[in-house]
């Protein structure tokens, strides 16, 4: 404990400027991400790439963005990195206390507004968009959209993150309702390798998960397996 | 209130627009919406022409600030049209990209412009060049400029296909400047397209009704 208080003095007394503290070091570490969610009959298909950056330098670059919140909930996270991380973990809290209470498992609503409430209460301190999806009995596989400022919208297909712009086009054109699971997942995977080509601070592998009534089924799809576009 | 990591600040200033071009097996396809806005809430003209003649068979598009892109654009037609008749013959589009980017270049304390070139010559056939900010000038096959571009990087990422007919890449031009003009309030308006091949150059217009609609969540 000792050692451990010392380091925080030992580099306040250190200039800026200097070589031994990197640059990268004293940056706030994000989530600048690809995110996207979307519904099928009978459930959802999330998928994030897995870069997080402090700055210039990747500090993570096999990350899961694809967060548990309850058994057949998750949620996609970008944005800072520690605000996403302590929203989900209140929320995680909030509604398996939620679910204990009513006797039965929670609706992605619920999560969502969970979600919702704490990024609207503290908007001005917090910098987070998540993507909450699951699947419940009552209304089947849902996407909700939490983007940065705490609105709350069910969209059938989202995207988030700074890669989320370039792929809003291909989303447009490609995206029609009552895709099957297969073609959702092809979609989603398409649509994160292009954003990841563009945006610097996408990259990685890509993190898929489908959630439907039988659970979760959870895959990854590695670089050099990522689909190729032709190259100009 | 929302951070967007594409605005303004980041990117340096853009003319709200979409502008793009694309080589296809016999000629270039260069186009634009036809938008101009002051501030993003007003929309000062909802058919302004972008995409602006400097020869025979050589157009060019411009981004950025609009009042420094025609200054350009005018110095350029002259200039190009001067060294054509010193020639005798018609200017190559790399001449008349590189004059763009002279002009950009030597002046880039003062000027915030880009500008996509594409047109036909006898020794190249169809090209297409960008001229960025600073004054870098590259060749590609299919480039997209303007702030509505940014959202369909994934689409021509997708869709392009090298030797693509006329009218495949007709369509693929239409299509992402739709899809560019549903998602980017300050690119709108009807679709400015120019054909350009060895045979001549077709001016096309597409009125914002006769776009192609995508699912509308």
Same mark, same amino acid.
């Given at each position: ?32 991400t690809t995110i996207m969610a979307v ?6 298909v999330v998928g994030a790439d897995s870069r ?13 963005k694809l ?9 996609c996270?970008s ?42 209460? #503290? ?20 996407? #909700? ?14 995207v988030g993150g700074?890669g989320s712009?370039y792929i809003?086009?291909f989303m ?12 959702c997942l092809d979609l989603t995977t398409k649509a994160l390798t292009l954003a990841m080509e563009r945006d610097?601070?996408s990259g990685g592998v890509v993190r898929l998960a ?9 895959r990854v799809i590695?670089g050099?397996?990522l689909p190729?576009f032709?190259?100009? | ?19 793009? !071009?694309?080589? $296809? ?8 919406? @036809? ?35 025609? !200054?350009?654009?005018?110095? +350029?037609? $002259?200039?190009?049209? $001067?060294? @054509? ?69 994934g689409?021509?990422d997708a ?12 369509? $693929? ?17 009807? +679709? ?26």
């Amino acid at each position: 404990m000792a050692a451990a208080s010392m380091m925080p003095i030992f580099s306040q007394n250190v200039s800026s400027n200097s070589d031994l503290v990197p640059e990268w070091s004293r940056q706030e570490v994000s989530t600048g991400t690809t995110i996207m969610a979307v519904e099928y009959d009978g459930g959802v298909v999330v998928g994030a790439d897995s870069r997080t950056t402090t700055g210039a330098y990747i500090a993570n670059r096999v990350t899961d963005k694809l967060t548990r919140i309850h058994d057949r909930i998750y949620c996609c996270r970008s944005g800072s990195a520690a605000d996403t991380q302590a929203i989900a973990e209140v929320v995680s809290y909030q509604l398996g206390f939620h679910s204990i209470e009513l006797d039965e498992p929670p609706l992605v609503e619920t999560a969502a507004h969970l979600f919702r409430a704490s990024c609207y209460r #503290y908007r001005e301190e917090l910098m987070a968009g998540i993507l909450v999806a699951g699947w419940d009995r009552r209304k089947g596989g849902q996407v #909700y959209c939490v983007p940065i400022g705490g609105m709350l919208v069910r969209q059938p297909v989202s995207v988030g993150g700074s890669g989320s712009s370039y792929i809003y086009g291909f989303m447009d054109s490609n995206y029609k309702p009552g895709l099957s699971k297969d073609q959702c997942l092809d979609l989603t995977t398409k649509a994160l390798t292009l954003a990841m080509e563009r945006d610097g601070s996408s990259g990685g592998v890509v993190r898929l998960a489908t959630i439907s009534e039988d659970g979760v089924e959870r895959r990854v799809i590695l670089g050099d397996q990522l689909p190729k576009f032709s190259t100009h | 209130m929302e951070k967007h990591f594409t605005d303004s600040r980041v990117k340096g200033v853009s003319t709200g627009t979409t502008i793009l !071009a694309a080589v $296809f097996d016999r000629g270039v396809v260069i186009g634009s919406d @036809s938008r101009a806005s002051i501030g993003g809430e007003y929309v000062s003209s909802k058919t302004i022409n972008k995409v602006i003649q400097v020869h025979d068979r050589i157009f060019c598009c411009m981004a950025g600030s609009l009042a420094d892109a025609q !200054a350009v654009t005018k110095t +350029a037609k $002259f200039q190009l049209s $001067f060294h @054509s008749i010193q020639m005798e013959s018609p200017p190559l589009v790399i001449s008349a990209a590189s004059v763009l980017k002279q002009l950009c270049y030597n002046n880039k304390e003062e000027l915030q412009a880009g500008f996509i070139t594409a047109g036909w010559d006898k020794k190249k056939g169809p090209q297409v060049y960008v001229v960025s900010l600073g004054g870098m000038m590259i060749s590609q096959p299919v480039t997209i400029g303007g702030s509505g571009s940014t959202y369909i990087y994934g689409y021509v990422d997708a869709k392009y296909k090298v030797n693509m007919t006329r009218e495949e890449c007709l369509q $693929f031009a239409t299509n992402a400047l739709a899809l560019a003009m549903g998602r980017d309030n300050v690119s709108g308006g009807v +679709a400015n397209l120019v054909v350009i091949t060895e045979a001549g150059v077709e001016h096309i217009v597409i009125p914002g009704d006769k776009l192609p609609r995508f699912n509308d969540e």
